[in-house]
């Protein structure tokens, strides 16, 4: 079983568009981070967030932690080919010293 | 350019062979995690070192084996190789390991085990 369940998988849409994706798990964490990994490239920090119900915008991203602290969303706004990647949530696992585990991502395409 | 040097890029082997991966973290960074990355079983936790020691261990074969030497490189030894370890391999760093730690990634070194 996934510590953190990552929905949809794959996702293809039109530039202009707007989508969600979601993170989910029966645990409580901490604090939860979302990373971006473009095609041939390492996983990069878009952000994160520790209190619950915490909104945080990056630009056309906005990022929601649940109030329970067990689960996320990233909202993104008039998506652009550039958003195109695999979005990866992560949660630190075993306590404030813990791994960073991470959930099996939401791949996006966005056509021009 | 996140300051992590991974080498090589690219490697590929045969069944039953050994290979060297090796990571050079950002300046100053004391952690190096080592993930897995493969299309079913996603980006999975291998191993991390704090300063030399080990302090964690993930999902790692006996197979595989890893070390952080005193200049804080790392390198991670993968043995007897299969098919199935064939993926992308990445280094992160990270400064220290607290809740909200941001880790780094390098490009990964994709391994092709034939």
């Known amino acids: 079983t996934q510590l953190l369940e990552q929905s949809p998988q794959f996702l293809s849409i039109q530039e202009g568009e707007n989508l969600t994706v979601y993170c989910n798990s029966s645990?409580?964490?901490?604090?939860l981070q979302w990373y971006r990994q473009e095609p041939g490239e390492g996983p990069v920090l878009l952000v994160t967030v520790v209190t619950g119900g915490e909104v945080k915008k990056l630009k056309r991203l906005t990022f929601q932690f649940g109030d329970a602290r067990k689960d996320s969303s990233l909202h993104i706004t008039a998506a652009q080919t550039g958003d195109t990647g695999l979005y990866l949530c992560a949660v630190r696992y075993g306590g404030s010293q813990g791994n960073l585990i991470f959930g099996k991502g939401t791949k996006l395409s966005v056509k021009p | 350019d996140s300051g992590v040097t991974q080498t090589p890029k690219h490697l590929i082997t045969a069944t039953g062979q050994r290979v060297t991966l090796r990571c050079s973290p950002r300046s100053g960074d004391l952690s190096v995690y080592w993930y897995q990355q493969s299309l079913d079983q996603g980006l999975q936790f291998l191993i991390q070192y704090y300063n030399g020691e080990e302090r964690a261990k993930g999902n790692i074969l006996e197979r595989f084996s890893a070390q952080q030497f005193p200049d804080l490189h790392s390198e991670l030894n993968l043995s007897s190789l299969e098919l199935g370890d064939s993926a992308l391999y990445f280094c992160?760093?990270?400064?220290?390991?607290?809740?909200?730690?941001?880790?780094?990634f390098g490009e990964g070194s994709r391994l092709t085990v034939l």
């Open positions: 645990s409580v964490f901490s604090s």
């Open positions: 992160a760093s990270s400064t220290s390991g607290g809740p909200t730690g941001e880790l780094f």
